[in-house]
């Protein structure tokens, strides 16, 4: 029988109502001959809770213990749903990530998949069991110790079953009926889109669409795993949602799918660093080693052999970023004026594949920011993006103004 995965976020399952609803809609899915894998997040606002009391128990604590204490969440709503199936008479079973088992990495926190083999769950569907009910977010490490994902992980174990199960689709069921083309919090025009490219979607998670784990579409992307994000509190139809997928199955659409925005990013420069081989590197790798995550990054002409480099890297990182570079000046690495933070810039990004094969998006995207009198501090581009640094103060503005000037409130 084919297999579909069903992964349902915090929202989706925060009592036990919502879980009986969400059972529900797997029970639909069954009764079409799917066998189901259904992935589970921890009911909301629990993994919080439970990463409260480990910081408060132990403030440095060890990974392994957190890991164990923080997992937790997902094998109570794992269980309460397979008992809910099973009184709905869906023969189900539970699943914690060690049973499966879940392969990770020993990075405790941020581990990564390495495999899931599939004999177990599919033994059971032999035998009848229609719906293994998974505990997501968590796995096992080569010592045979608990580890968990990062948070948001839940999305990403939900692709990685699909892929390794071959799974027609992988539907995440969450608190929004889709993927848009915008913030529709910001921009009453955004539209849903009924499909998205998985790079478009790549880029769009990245620069802070919150719809899905930035890595889950990463793994969606290599696998080509469908992925369908829809809403659990609305009733669903075949077609309901944004499919994410490969852009191949998208017909036509506009130049531009989306405008993305972030919030709090932080422009900071270098004034009069040396210009000779090796700046850069230096720079950065003082950076890196901070783990200061630096994203546009622009040299400026040098004169007289001095010129100013630029980056920006998220606000709540500019004091690291501060302390990375004063120490790389004391050591005599590396020479510079002055380090200028500017802490009240925001990004604004337009994104599309189609600015692959169209010229003109950037003039575009210039010109309409322009009639608006916003200033544009930063500019960076990609093969199907382009991104801006502005002023954090007309953020809503430029989203608005873009997302109209591309007609995004329009089906392509
Ligand atoms: N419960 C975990 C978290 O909140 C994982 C997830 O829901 O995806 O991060
Ligand atoms: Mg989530």
Redesign the pocket.
Known sequence: MPVLVMKF??TSVATLDRIKRAAKRVGVEVAKGYDVIVIV??MSGK?NELVGWVNETSPMYDAREYDAVVSS??NVTAGLMALTLQEMDVPARSWQGWQVPVKTTSSHSAARIEEIPTENIMGRFEQGMRVAVVA??QGVSPEGRITTLG?????TTAVAFAAAFGAERCDIYTDVDGVYTTDPRICEKARKLDRIAFEEMLELASLGAKVLQTRSVELAMRYKVRLRVLSSFEEQSDEAGTLVCDEDEIMESNVVAGVAHSRDEAKMTLLSVADRPGIAATIFTALSDANVNVDMIVQNISEEGRTDMTFSCPTDQVARADKALAAAKADGVLNFSELVADTNVCKVSVVGIGMRSHTGVAAKMFRVLSDEAINIKVITTSEIKISVLIDRKYMELAVQALHDAFELDKAG
């Open positions: 976020g915090g997040s921890a993994t969440g997902e997501g977010f948070r948001g992980g839940s999305d």
